[in-house]
């Protein structure tokens, strides 16, 4: 199976315009020829899933659009999305800001998705994606140390309970590197598919280690690639891999 995981930022672009008029102010408008680039590109890479980080699911910035749903009718996949922010969160009133959210794309039959939520952060979206053979976690971590590590701390439980091979798989914002995420990998028994440790942010030169596709046993990687493409300030993860049968 092919799985991609990329933080496309709303499809809101790159590059110095980003910040212009004022810094950061390229979040406010997303960009339709990015969209249709960044899909057409998805769509060549033929994958089985998709794991979107920072989707927006149709707010006013993208002309009530929902980029998920679109993304996936282009891959001809289902979709899977939620507001990436908790039910009692004051963001769910913001106009823009209550649409964004994460999203997975799946071309298998889906088994069942759950929807979880941290309990420290903002946020807090925990998608749980269940196949026939596998279950896959995504997670967009907080930019602050000590709630990603109570974050952290509730994945490992999720990941224990669960009764098949596990992925987790996000946008980790682990600034301070990847020994940040050394023991919950330690305890929860899962190993990194980017074995050579390749940065993938920012898109133009990275330099961090942000983006994770962890895995457990029972599932074996057969290829793994960080791409130089720059439709979103994150490259994309690209894993293929394969999940051995359990013995009846």
Known sequence: MRFVLYNIRYATGTGPAFHLPIPGAGYLRSNTRILERLTAYLKSLDPDLVGLIEVDTGSIRTGLVNQATQIANALGHY???ECKYGASSFNQFLPIVRKQGNAFLAAPRVEGERFHYFETGI??????LELEDVAIFLVHLSLKFRHRHDQLRHLHELV???SK???VAGDFN???????????????GLKSANRLGLPS???RNPRKELDFILYSNGIEITHFDIPDIRFSDH???????NVRRQPV
């Open 174 to 188: 682990t600034f301070w590197g990847d020994h940040e995420i050394y023991l919950f990998m330690e305890a929860s």
């Open 123 to 128: 946020k807090r979206l925990i998608i749980e």
């Open 160 to 162: 224990k309970r669960a």
């Open 79 to 81: 979709s899977m999305y």
């Open 235 to 241: 490259r994309p993860l690209i894993c293929d891999f």
């Open 201 to 203: 942010y920012p898109a």
């Open 165 to 167: 091979p596990v992925i």
